[in-house]
C-alpha cells in the first residue's frame, strides 16, 4: 500500500468503535475525521481514539476532499441516506447492518453506487471469522454436497435493545429481532448455501414482552423513551429457494427461553452437515457417522471486516458483502414481514 487511505465515520458509538479500533491496526490508513450529533460521544471518542476533526453534521464532513472513504454507524434509518450522500461525496462506503429499514429503501442506493464507481460494502461482520470462512472454503470444495436445509436461530430471553428507543420504532429501524439481530445469521447461513435466490416466504411475528414495557436489556441505550413498541420481540419464517432449498429462521429479543441466548445455524447437506458456532461437522466415514470438532483459532472478526473493506479499495477489489446480497436479504426480511401481517406466503419478485 503506497497512498494514506483516509476515512471518516458517521456515528460514534459502539460500532463505530469497533471500526475504528480496525482502521487503526491497518498501515497508510488513518482515521481523520468523526461526525455525530450527539457533542459529547463525539468528542470523548475522538479523544479516545486520537482522531483530529470532529463535525456535528456529516454534510460537513462529507465536504473534506482529503476523506477516501466512510464508516456509516448510525441507527438504521439514517443508513441509506447517508450511503447516498457519501457516495454523491465520491467516498467509499462500509455501511453497518442491517443495510436498511425495507429493501424498496435500500434500491435507492443502486444509482449513486453505479454513478460513484466507488466500493461500497455492508458490514456483516460474521462472514469474518475463521470458521465462518474454514466452512465456506469446504462448501465450495463441495464436502457437504448439496445443501437443501437450513436452520437457523438467533434468540434472547430478555434482550430488547431499549424499549421506546428507535430499535423499536419501525420508521427508525424497519423492525425488532429479525432486521436486528437475525441479519446476522440470516446473511450468513444464506452466503454459506451458495446466495440461491428466494422465491417464496411465510412469516410469523410477536410482540408479546415490548408493549408491556418488559424484557428490555441492560445494555440499552436509549435515554428519551417515547415508550413505543410498534416491532416484534420473536419473529419465525420459513423461505423456499429457486433451487428447492429451504431455510427456517427463528429470531427474538424476547422469549421464554432456558439459557440467556441461543445463537446457531445448522446447514445440512447430501454430503455432510455443519453448525455454528463453535463449527462442527457430520460427516459419514465408511458408513459411520462422524463429528468433526475444526480447532480453528479464534480472530477479531471487525479487524477482519475493516481490513477486507481496506483490500478492496486499495487493490480494487470487489468486496465479499455487494449491495444486490444486501438487497436480496432486506427482500427477504421484508417477505416474513408482509406475510406475517396478511396471514399468507409472499412470492418474491
Ligand atoms: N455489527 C454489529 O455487531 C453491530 C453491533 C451494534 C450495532 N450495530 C449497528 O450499528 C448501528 C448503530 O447502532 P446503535 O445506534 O446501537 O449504536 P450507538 O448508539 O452506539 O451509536 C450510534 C451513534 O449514532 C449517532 N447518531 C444518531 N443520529 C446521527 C446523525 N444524524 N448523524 C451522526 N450521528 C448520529 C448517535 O448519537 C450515536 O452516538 C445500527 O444500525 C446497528 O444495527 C451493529
Known amino acids: ?49 486520537n482522531i483530529p476533526k470532529t463535525f456535528t453534521k456529516c454534510e460537513d464532513m462529507l465536504k473534506l476532499k482529503e476523506i477516501d472513504a466512510i464508516s456509516v454507524c448510525t441507527p438504521n434509518f439514517l443508513h441509506v441516506p447517508q450511503v447516498i450522500a457519501s457516495l454523491n461525496a465520491g467516498k467509499h462506503v462500509i455501511c453497518e447492518k442491517p443495510l436498511s429499514v425495507s429493501a424498496e429503501e435500500a434500491c435507492k442506493i443502486i444509482g449513486p453506487l453505479k454513478k460513484s464507481k466507488k466500493k461500497f460494502m455492508i458490514a456483516q461482520v460474521k462472514r469474518f471469522a475463521n470458521e465462518s470462512k474454514y466452512l465456506k472454503k469446504l462448501i465450495n470444495n463441495n464436502e457437504l454436497g448439496n445443501i437443501y436445509y437450513s436452520k437457523i ?20 429501524s424497519g423492525g425488532g429481532s429479525l432486521i436486528d439481530c437475525g441479519v446476522h445469521v440470516l446473511d450468513l447461513t444464506w452466503w454459506l448455501m451458495g446466495c440461491p435466490k428466494p422465491v417464496e416466504i411465510f412469516g410469523s411475528t410477536y410482540a408479546k414482552f415490548g408493549p408491556k414495557g418488559l424484557r428490555d436489556s441492560n445494555w440499552s441505550v436509549s435515554k428519551d423513551r417515547t415508550k413505543i413498541f410498534d416491532v416484534e420481540d420473536l419473529s419465525t419464517g420459513i423461505i423456499k429457494f429457486e433451487n428447492g432449498a429451504s431455510l427456517f429462521i427463528e429470531t427474538s429479543w424476547a422469549m421464554n427461553i432456558k439459557e440467556d441466548s441461543q445463537v446457531s445455524c445448522l446447514l445440512y447437506g447430501t454430503d455432510g452437515g455443519a453448525e455454528l458456532s463453535p463449527l462442527k461437522l457430520l460427516k459419514y466415514i465408511d458408513d459411520c457417522p462422524n463429528c468433526i470438532e475444526p480447532k480453528i483459532p479464534e480472530n477479531n472478526i471487525f479487524d477482519e471486516e475493516i481490513k477486507h473493506f481496506v483490500d478492496c479499495i486499495v487493490n480494487d477489489k470487489k468486496p465479499t458483502v455487494t449491495l444486490e446480497h444486501g438487497i436480496r436479504i432486506m427482500k427477504m426480511m421484508d417477505g416474513i414481514y408482509k406475510s406475517a401481517k396478511t396471514g399468507k406466503s409472499v412470492t418474491v419478485k
Not at 21 to 28: D, M, T, V
Not at 153 to 171: D, E, H, M, Q
Open 1 to 49: 500500500m503506497s497512498k494514506q487511505v483516509n476515512i471518516g465515520v458517521i456515528g460514534a458509538g459502539w460500532p463505530a468503535w469497533q471500526h475504528i479500533k480496525g482502521y487503526q491496526k491497518l498501515e497508510n490508513v488513518k482515521v481523520l475525521a468523526l461526525c455525530d450529533i450527539n457533542k459529547e460521544i463525539l468528542s470523548k471518542t475522538a479523544k479516545e481514539y
Open 153 to 172: 436461530k438467533y434468540l434472547r430471553r430478555a434482550g430488547i435493545p431499549g424499549i421506546g428507543s428507535w430499535f423499536t420504532t419501525k420508521k427508525y
